[in-house]
């Protein structure tokens, strides 16, 4: 089976800049281990204080992005057919 990487980027990680602010978001791009972008991917986000989750596709440059997220931990999970599942903390 081939296996997928996942490249997690915490977009808006400016949580610190502003005090007033109550959520940031998860984003980042799917691609298999050629480089190649892998659209129509499942990804799903649990927050692993409160079990929580979104779920989500990948774009058709292989690209997801998670607004308005709680600040926490998270697992990032990603599926697609023929590849692997991939789960990153």
Same mark, same amino acid.
């Given at each position: 089976?081939?296996?997928?990487?996942?490249? %997690?980027?915490?977009?808006?990680?400016?949580?610190? %800049?502003?005090?007033? =602010? @109550?959520?940031?978001? %998860?984003?980042?791009?799917?691609?298999?281990?050629?480089?190649? *972008? %892998?659209?129509?991917?499942?990804?799903?986000? @649990?927050?692993?204080? $409160?079990? #929580?989750?979104?779920?989500?596709? @990948?774009?058709?440059?292989?690209?997801? #992005?998670?607004?308005? *997220?709680?600040?926490? @931990?998270?697992?990032? =999970?990603?599926?697609?057919?023929?590849?692997? $599942?991939?789960?990153?903390?």
């Amino acid at each position: 089976m081939r296996t997928i990487v996942l490249m %997690i980027g915490l977009l808006g990680a400016a949580l610190g %800049i502003a005090s007033a =602010q @109550t959520f940031g978001e %998860i984003g980042g791009e799917v691609h298999d281990p050629s480089g190649a *972008l %892998i659209p129509n991917a499942s990804v799903t986000v @649990t927050n692993t204080a $409160t079990n #929580v989750a979104r779920t989500t596709t @990948t774009n058709t440059d292989g690209l997801y #992005v998670f607004p308005d *997220l709680v600040p926490g @931990t998270y697992n990032v =999970q990603v599926t697609a057919k023929g590849f692997s $599942t991939v789960t990153k903390a």
